[in-house]
């Protein structure tokens, strides 16, 4: 049994973890500990306190009591919005107080482009145009061509949790311009696990989402490799081994 932690902020999307676990249909067992987050609002002050060291730190002692061997902080804006160098500070310390691997839903988007060879994306996001401009930024820091930057202007992660297929669909198309080679999602409040299908065949390409990402990169911190088609492309490269 491969055992992978999440810190995950408040509570919106958290039941996409299941639900990927069932779909790995594996070895592998999800543990999710909730990060408190104050003000739930898609604002630069409310976002950077929810990733303060102090908050992201009292999650991981039950990490590792569960036996996790990586953890993964799974939000996307509370591990951007330090800039490159800044979500390297914070995966360092979070390292350092987990005592394993660790990274961010940020870093996992810049692995998970190049995992599948990705060389411009599109980038749809719930947040308002500031914060996705900073996401952006983020993703060329890590050496990505970002040619297209959606922002539907979402005021919190409840509303964004609150959008079903229809509303990801929306974005994700609104997002989509030919050139990009992949569409990418992020947002850890949004439900996307189970819609990952529909949108790799609505758009006739790559779609990666916060919450499926985030669990990749738990993965290949754990150095596992597991084929699961109904979560998309970055869940079918090669090689593949299944247990």
Known sequence: MTALGFLYPGHSAEDDYPRIEQLIGSDIRLDVVHIPIGE?????????????PERLA??????RMAGAESVVWACTSGSFLGGWEGAHEQVRALALAAGMPASSTSFAFVHAVREIKAAR?????????????????FLRAGGTEVVAVRGSGAATAAEAGAWGEAEVLALARQADTPDADAVLLPDNALHTAAHIPALERELGKPVLTANQVTVWEG?????????APTLGALFTREPIVQV
Do not use: C, K, Q, T
């Open 40 to 52: 739930d609002a898609h604002r630069m002050d409310a976002l950077r306190e929810i990733a303060s």
């Open 58 to 63: 009292a999650g991981v002692e039950e990490l």
């Open 121 to 137: 994306v599109a980038v749809g996001a719930p947040y308002p145009d500031d914060v996705a401009a900073l996401f952006a930024d």
């Open 219 to 227: 993965l290949r911190l754990a150095d596992r490799r597991v084929n």
